[in-house]
């Protein structure tokens, strides 16, 4: 925004996606309608109530510029943010300019596909977790697949990475979002992230979020630690008590989602019925994956499901990639 106040762009407004416009507020945290302290510039929520902009909203609107850092993980919510970006740009005959960024895990693919069933805000397309395409590749696949409403057609046009290739590490230099501080947390993330929907942390609350997991009733593990109120992480889980569990901050580079953390600590909990929670299949994608750890699977029997899965949207994502 302020490169383009600085060429004399005239900024009408500023969409806010899941947490905020300055990107330093709560997961989850709705945000509410304000005023931009530093340039004055009006900020419309697109993470509470609304989460599309209103015919209101584009009035005297010739076009958006969509300009956010994703991770590449499905439930990652700034991909339905887009796409409901999209979807309103198509309905009001407005360009949508998605000046496009590095995917940090973008060097694979993996994961169960969503499901019909299980669609929601954390995750809106059949695609697998792990999707290795820019979110200008994706938004491309959004509009070529028809996954918008009535099967519009947003005017779209992605402005290209220099020099990018999707399968050398991209290391941001700042925080995508407030609970994933580094390369390794959005690494670990696509793998960690089922624990949201389940009674362990995975270290909201600490300065090693998406590097730890853990519980107040894991006794049997030696590493510990205690989530705590703080900015980004007001009402962490657990929060105050000693969680014992893994410190994952040097594990090894991932190039696949890793299901041994999930199933390890399955095992360990006592209170088996509680462990996953409702919203857990629209983590997953399905409602499979909770059925195949309760009946014992290993990662390997659980990830031979997929194949056919991702090999049908390998196909489909090979139309969209701009960088080889």
């Given at each position: 925004?302020?490169?383009?106040?600085?060429?004399?762009?005239?900024?009408?407004?500023?969409?806010?996606?899941?947490?905020?416009?300055?990107?330093?507020?709560?997961?989850?945290?709705?945000?509410?309608?304000?005023?931009?302290?530093?340039?004055?510039?009006?900020?419309?929520?697109?993470?509470?109530?609304?989460?599309?902009?209103?015919?209101?909203?584009?009035?005297?609107?010739?076009?958006?510029?969509?300009?956010?850092?994703?991770?590449?993980?499905?439930?990652?919510?700034?991909?339905?943010?887009?796409?409901?970006?999209?979807?309103?740009?198509a309905e009001n005959n407005i360009e949508l300019i998605v000046l496009d960024r590095p995917n940090p895990n973008g060097h694979y693919i993996d994961g169960?596909?969503?499901?019909?069933?299980?669609?929601?805000?954390?995750?809106?397309?059949?695609?697998?977790?792990?999707?290795?395409?820019?979110?200008?590749?994706?938004?491309?696949m959004i509009n070529g697949e028809k996954w918008l409403r009535n099967n519009l057609n947003c005017k779209l046009k992605v402005i290209k990475i220099t020099n990018y290739d999707r399968n050398k590490k991209y290391r941001l230099t700042?925080?995508?979002?407030?609970?994933?501080?580094?390369?390794?947390s959005i690494n670990l993330y696509p793998s960690l992230c089922f624990f949201e929907q389940t009674p362990v942390s995975?270290?909201?609350?600490?300065?090693?979020?998406?590097?730890?997991?853990?519980?107040?009733?894991?006794?049997?593990?030696?590493?510990?630690?205690?989530?705590?109120?703080?900015?980004?992480?007001?009402y962490p889980k657990h929060e105050n008590l000693t969680c014992y569990g893994l410190n994952l901050e040097n594990e090894e580079y991932l190039s696949k989602i890793d299901l041994k953390w999930l199933i390890l600590a399955y095992k360990n909990e006592k209170n088996k019925d509680n462990f996953f929670k409702s919203g857990f299949h629209r983590l997953a994608g399905n409602k499979l994956l909770e059925e195949?750890?309760?009946?014992?699977?290993?990662?390997?029997?659980i990830r031979k499901t997929w194949k056919n899965g991702l090999d049908n949207f390998k196909l489909i994502r090979e139309k969209y990639l701009i960088y080889n």
């Open positions: 925004m302020d490169s383009l106040l600085k060429l004399n762009v005239q900024i009408k407004k500023v969409f806010a996606p899941e947490h905020g416009f300055r990107g330093n507020l709560d997961a989850g945290e709705k945000i509410i309608n304000s005023i931009d302290e530093k340039t004055g510039i009006p900020i419309v929520s697109l993470y509470g109530k609304k989460r599309k902009p209103s015919f209101e909203d584009l009035d005297e609107i010739d076009v958006i510029i969509f300009d956010i850092q994703d991770v590449g993980a499905r439930f990652y919510t700034y991909l339905s943010t887009m796409h409901y970006v999209m979807e309103s740009c169960p596909i969503m499901t019909k069933e299980s669609m929601s805000f954390v995750g809106l397309h059949p695609v697998p977790i792990v999707y290795g395409m820019t979110i200008g590749e994706y938004a491309k700042f925080k995508p979002s407030p609970n994933l501080p580094n390369q390794q995975v270290g909201r609350g600490t300065e090693k979020q998406f590097q730890v997991i853990g519980t107040p009733y894991w006794e049997n593990f030696k590493f510990n630690f205690t989530p705590k109120s703080m900015p980004g992480a007001k195949q750890i309760k009946k014992g699977l290993s990662a390997k029997e």
